[in-house]
């Protein structure tokens, strides 16, 4: 199939009947051709897991259960020398046979003095360029002194882009994250948010020192959220765990929330409080405030998909909770529970509230259990013990 170079400008219609490549990938599923950045700290592994990605792509091998097509791999290689990477690549390949498709380098201009023509020049003399690396950004920047950082790591990646973009390969830039911790891991990477704003697909390191398992979170334009667990051995990083973001989430949904939805389940229509539930499940190692956060706030991954609906109102003094099943039909999203008066005290016990007895018991005595002030006499309809 040919595919067309569109104009700059270009209507939806058109848009949407023109033919257009796929996103063309150096790894499958985790390396897309653009701008990406490599952060991880400081003498964590960074550069020998690089120089072993780039081996494995220009010699065709396997990453990570993913196949890859060989292509040549340009590694700027500026923190070493010649001797350094002759060692390493001996370490890696293990006698093995080295690949041509893998072009080394130790010097080269800065962005803006040289280093687009250089790269230019490189890619017309070697054939089929599919990576080119940069080891490390700090060693090939220029800073100006006019702007502010922002504009200048905006610019200077931008510049890099547009090469990418250009010949349609993968420019992967080699970088260190900042010592400050924060609760977004990209927001680690040293510098401003201008380096991720350029970049297509960013992928953050993290490893404690000496350890010999890491995490690698990969973000991007063209790809799915996930995270990478690997482990190294002889100075090759291993896969052992994948998740996407989605099963990253799952995993954090606390054990009682699935506990309770499938009691729930098990049971149909449910009416208490927070602290009743927890005992008719059989849950011991959450509070009711804890339990009533997280249910809320992970709604959408533990009942939703069990089709379980439910509504709070407080009363008395009291949060009660209602759990109802989703038909279908809608009916169930007409209840309002505040026209449920005494709902939390059924008129028989039922299996999902062991306090039920209790409740009637009180109310025989026109007395409140949960407030022992008076009982509100019923203003509605008795509700629906089911």
């Known amino acids: 199939m040919n595919y067309e170079k569109l104009p ?25 051709a653009g701008l990406a950045l490599f952060a991880g700290p400081s003498k964590a592994g960074k550069s020998w897991l690089t120089l072993w990605l780039c081996l494995q792509i220009a010699q065709g091998n396997p990453v990570w259960n993913r196949e890859i ?100 390969i993968c420019i992967l830039l080699i970088h260190h994250l900042r010592k400050q911790t924060a609760s977004d891991p990209f927001d680690q990477i040293s510098g401003s948010t201008g380096l991720m704003g350029v970049a297509d697909t960013s992928w953050v390191m993290q490893r404690k020192r000496m350890s010999q398992t890491a995490d690698i979170l990969l973000t991007g334009r063209d790809m799915d959220d996930r995270t990478l667990h690997l482990r190294e051995e002889n100075c090759v ?19 009682y929330l699935w506990k309770a939805a499938e009691y729930i389940e098990s049971v149909g229509n449910w009416q208490g409080t927070a602290s009743e539930l927890l005992a008719a499940a059989g849950i011991e190692n959450a509070k009711p405030n804890q339990f009533t956060y997280n249910m809320a706030k992970y709604f959408d991954k533990v009942f939703e998909p069990k089709n379980i609906r439910y509504k709070t109102h407080r009363k008395n003094k009291v949060r009660l909770l209602s759990f109802y099943g989703d038909d279908g039909d809608g009916g169930d999203d007409d209840i309002d529970i505040t026209q449920l008066s005494g709902w939390g005290i059924p008129e ?9 007895l209790g409740a009637l018991e009180g109310s025989k005595h026109g007395r409140s259990v949960a407030t022992g002030q ?7 309809p008795a509700p629906n013990p089911c």
């Open 8 to 32: 700059k400008a270009i209507s939806a219609e058109e848009l949407l009947s023109t033919p257009l490549p796929p996103v063309k990938w150096i790894i499958p599923g985790l390396l897309p």
């Open 237 to 255: 990083w291993t896969l052992e765990d994948e998740e996407t973001a989605e099963e990253r989430e799952i995993k954090a949904v606390p054990d």
């Open 374 to 380: 008076p009982a509100e006499k019923p203003t509605g």
């Open 348 to 356: 028989r016990p039922t299996p999902s509230s062991p306090s039920s």
């Open 69 to 168: 097509e060989p292509r040549t791999v340009l590694y700027f290689s500026l923190e070493d020398t010649f001797n350094r990477l002759q060692n390493r690549i001996f370490q890696l390949i293990d006698g093995g046979d080295a690949p041509e498709r893998l072009i080394l380098q130790t010097e080269c201009p800065s962005i803006g003095q040289g280093l687009e023509e250089q790269v230019e020049s490189l890619i017309h003399t070697y054939r089929d360029v599919g990576l080119i690396v940069i080891d490390t950004l700090q060693k090939v920047r220029v800073s100006d002194g006019n702007g502010g950082m922002y504009a200048n790591d905006y610019k200077e990646a931008g510049a890099l882009k547009k090469l990418a973009d250009k010949y349609g």
